[in-house]
Antibody, heavy 118, light 109 residues
Framework: QVKLVESGGGLVRPGGSLRLSCAASGFTFSDYYMDWIRQAPGKGLEWVSYVTGDGGTRNYADSVKGRFTISRDNANNSLYLQMDSLRGEDTAVYYC???????????WGQGTMVTVSS | EIVLTQSPATLSLSPGERATLSCRASQAFSSSYLAWYQQKPGQAPRLLIFGASRRASGIPDRFSGSGSGADFTLTISRLEPEDSAVYYCQQYGSSPGVTFGPGTRVDIK
């Protein structure tokens, strides 16, 4: 069964850091691009970042560039998002999603909530 | 960057009726790169349509997509109570990454 499970969310102060994880199972993880998407409370979907299957190419939304870092560990079927210099506007549910190669996101995790507040 | 707008913002219909959701882009792009997602309250989004008209695995045939250029449509031919959700269109295949429309909420009376 194809599955993605996020973890690592929580409450953090502005300026702080958090590392999100996404555990993948049921498919050959290294064959797929992976993305992070977020959704602020009551708002729509915002793409955050993607990484290619071999980890060699990464891309970021302008809103997080220079503050967030996406990475993956194919040996352990895991995706990560290191979030530094967090701001209130980063408060959202963060989803990891399997990417079919050009941005079609066919499998999503259940999401993990990140709250940035003092 | 391509900006997507969706209309209407909210659609309220009865079971069995037909729903027509619109997605318009700020500039034309290949229909190969348009997808639709369904999101129910408290759940993650689910891929419904990709390539503008191709149904994802397990999606009922009452969901269909069409369109090209800058205008795209998601049609739900016979609404079921479980179709109550927010529907997002998405453009992909361009740098730096994907963009989503603001969503259309479908309420089933």
């Amino acid at each position: 069964q194809v599955k993605l499970v996020e973890s690592g969310g929580g409450l953090v102060r502005p300026g702080g850091s958090l590392r999100l994880s996404c555990a993948a199972s049921g498919f050959t993880f290294s064959d797929y691009y992976m993305d992070w998407i977020r959704q602020a409370p009551g708002k729509g979907l915002e793409w955050v970042s993607y990484v290619t299957g071999d980890g060699g190419t990464r891309n970021y939304a302008d809103s997080v560039k220079g503050r967030f870092t996406i990475s993956r560990d194919n040996a352990n079927n895991s995706l990560y998002l290191q979030m530094d210099s967090l701001r209130g506007e980063d408060t959202a549910v963060y989803y990891c999603a399997r990417d079919l190669g050009q941005g079609q996101l066919d499998i999503w995790g259940q999401g993990t909530m990140v709250t940035v507040s003092s | 960057e391509i900006v997507l707008t969706q209309s209407p913002a909210t659609l309220s219909l009865s079971p069995g009726e037909r729903a027509t959701l619109s997605c318009r882009a700020s500039q034309a792009f290949s229909s190969s790169y348009l997808a639709w997602y369904q999101q129910k309250p408290g759940q993650a989004p689910r891929l419904l349509i990709f390539g503008a008209s191709r149904r994802a695995s397990g999606i009922p045939d009452r969901f269909s997509g069409s369109g090209s250029g800058a205008d795209f449509t998601l049609t739900i031919s016979r609404l079921e109570p479980e179709d109550s959700a927010v529907y997002y269109c998405q453009q992909y295949g361009s740098s730096p990454g994907v963009t989503f429309g603001p969503g259309t909420r479908v309420d089933i009376k």
